[in-house]
T-cell receptor, first 114, second 112 residues
Framework: DAMVIQNPRYQVTQFGKPVTLSCSQTLNHNVMYWYQQKSSQAPKLLFHYYDKDFNNEADTPDNFQSRRPNTSFCFLDIRSPGLGDAAMYLC?????????????FGPGTRLTVL | AQSVTQLDSQVPVFEEAPVELRCNYSSSVSVYLFWYVQYPNQGLQLLLKYLSGSTLVKGINGFEAEFNKSQTSFHLRKPSVHISDTAEYFCAVSDRDDKIIFGKGTRLHILP
């Protein structure tokens, strides 16, 4: 089945230690998104890629970076995680050629910062 | 600017009873509306979406929603809930700029 895969499902890191979360998709969608979701809150968009074009949300901290080396993969890098960065991180994809953009989500990676 | 308001943060319902989860939106342009469900420790799954046409939209798992433009609402309904419907439900709006604005979510508790 075509899907959005996130690895790992659970990630533990130490305060200040860089961490990378991974997302891959078999849907061949041209848009990939990263969201941060804290407990009992709505997902918050961090940034998205349309093909290779990177679109950062204005309020996304510089501590968060992203890479998309090819259509299938997208990475979220947190350069110096703080305790406030503990959250569920959701990857999603959509196909801009299909109107409107309906997003398909991966299962998420729960990040714990010690 | 768009926004989504989910009026209830939690809704308790007895099993096999009907349920309605309320959602209101505001937007200055035509919008597309979505309901997503999130089971514990999982990602979001699309339940249904309104694009255009019929205002009554049927989705998966027996859910449906009705788009009401005059009341700017998109309430989600199910005639008979099951214990497996226990989850968080998010209403969302998009105006085709590649972004979805989510509501704060409604936690559905199914009581035995």
């Amino acid at each position: 089945d075509a899907m959005v895969i996130q690895n790992p499902r659970y990630q533990v890191t130490q305060f200040g230690k860089p961490v990378t979360l991974s997302c891959s998709q078999t849907l061949n969608h041209n848009v990939m998104y990263w969201y941060q979701q804290k407990s009992s809150q709505a997902p918050k968009l961090l940034f998205h890629y349309y093909d290779k074009d990177f679109n950062n949300e204005a309020d996304t901290p510089d501590n968060f970076q992203s890479r998309r080396p090819n259509t299938s993969f997208c990475f979220l890098d947190i350069r110096s995680p703080g305790l406030g960065d503990a959250a569920m991180y959701l990857c999603a994809t959509s196909d801009r050629t299909v109107a409107p953009d309906t997003q398909y989500f991966g299962p998420g990676t729960r990040l714990t910062v010690l | 600017a768009q926004s989504v308001t989910q009026l209830d943060s939690q809704v308790p319902v007895f099993e096999e009873a009907p349920v309605e989860l309320r959602c209101n939106y505001s937007s200055s342009v035509s919008v597309y509306l979505f309901w997503y469900v999130q089971y514990p420790n999982q990602g979001l799954q699309l339940l249904l979406k309104y694009l255009s046409g019929s205002t009554l939209v049927k989705g998966i798992n027996g859910f449906e929603a009705e788009f009401n433009k005059s009341q700017t609402s998109f309430h989600l309904r199910k005639p008979s809930v099951h214990i497996s419907d226990t989850a968080e439900y998010f209403c969302a709006v998009s105006d085709r700029d590649d972004k979805i604005i989510f509501g704060k979510g409604t936690r559905l508790h199914i009581l035995p």
